[in-house]
């Protein structure tokens, strides 16, 4: 069992890392190994200290440089679930789990806003995990949403599997899908049904489905952990960094505005010596 297990490797996840390291705790990183493709997509950063002006490449390399020289390596994955096991936190990764007795969550901001019908649904017919839930809706009608082609995989395998399936490709590009797929390009406006998912509304047109795959690089932090109390769509936190569930913590942007690397850093140095002291406190 980890002491903690980071989610997320963006600013605020790799600060947090660092700590934990100098800390001598023993965690996880989960993320991209290439860290959050946001810092190496911004033009200039031009209010982080002691890096005036810097670009996104060059300040995600400064991360990347930091992690190589403390020995702290990512390990891919898609976090889809993270759940109080009372006393620790089960961390479900696909087909993967890790055991933890903290969490930190730095997973950013949802750059898609849940769908209507959405998050009422998760679970009674709404998932988020092609290998975790494929197999359940096999022969079955999908309607399948991808927000990324990294994601295109699980889409393909969807497609194996469904006797029919409405690919809703957000972006540009999309890949050509086998078996019976039909394209809509654009996102759904509603998620309907009763005890499970009946129906997806797009616009004026209503598709009769048994389930809905949302294939997203980032899950709402309410998604991703029952019982964790948002507001606006942000994590709440207090100064120390505590949710509203013990041993878990959150920093970064996914915790509110501003949206700064400056500010996530920090928030992630502060999450990282909450978590040192919630383990004495705990032993």
């Known amino acids: ?64 440089s930091s992690l190589s020289a403390s020995g702290i390596s990512v390990t891919s994955a898609q976090v889809t679930g993270v759940y109080d096991m009372g006393g620790y936190f089960g961390v479900l990764c696909g087909e993967n789990s890790f055991e933890s007795k903290t969490v930190i969550l730095a997973t950013g901001v949802e750059a898609v806003k849940p769908v209507k019908g ?17 197999l359940l809706y096999k022969g079955k009608k999908i309607v399948v949403v991808c927000t990324s082609k990294e994601l295109e995989e699980e889409a393909e395998y969807l497609a194996s599997l469904a006797s029919q399936m409405v690919f809703a490709p957000i972006y540009k590009g999309a890949k050509h899908l086998s078996g019976n797929v039909r394209v809509i390009n654009k996102m759904p406006a509603e998620i309907r049904g009763g005890a499970r998912v009946q129906e997806v509304a797009f616009g004026g047109e209503t598709i009769p489905c048994d389930g809905v795959f949302m294939l997203k690089s980032a899950l709402a932090p309410s998604a991703l952990v029952p019982g964790l109390k948002t507001e606006g769509g942000h994590v709440v936190v207090d100064r120390q960094c505590r949710t509203n569930l013990n041993g878990l913590f959150a920093a970064g942007d996914c915790t509110g505005r501003p949206y700064q690397y400056a500010k996530a850093v920090g928030e992630g140095n502060v999450a990282a010596h909450s978590v040192c002291d919630y383990l004495v406190e705990n032993k």
Not at 126 to 132: F, M, N, P
């Open 1 to 64: 069992m980890y002491d903690c297990v980071i989610i997320g490797a963006g600013a605020a996840g790799v600060s947090a890392a660092l700590t934990l390291k100098a800390r001598g705790k023993n965690f996880i990183l989960l993320g991209n190994p290439a860290l959050s493709a946001k810092i190496g997509a911004a033009e200039k950063v031009t209010n982080y200290p002691g890096l005036p002006s810097a670009e996104g490449s060059g300040l995600k390399q400064a991360f990347l």
């Open 118 to 134: 959405e998050l009422e649904f998760l679970g009674r017919g709404v998932s988020y995990c092609a290998t975790c839930d494929g």
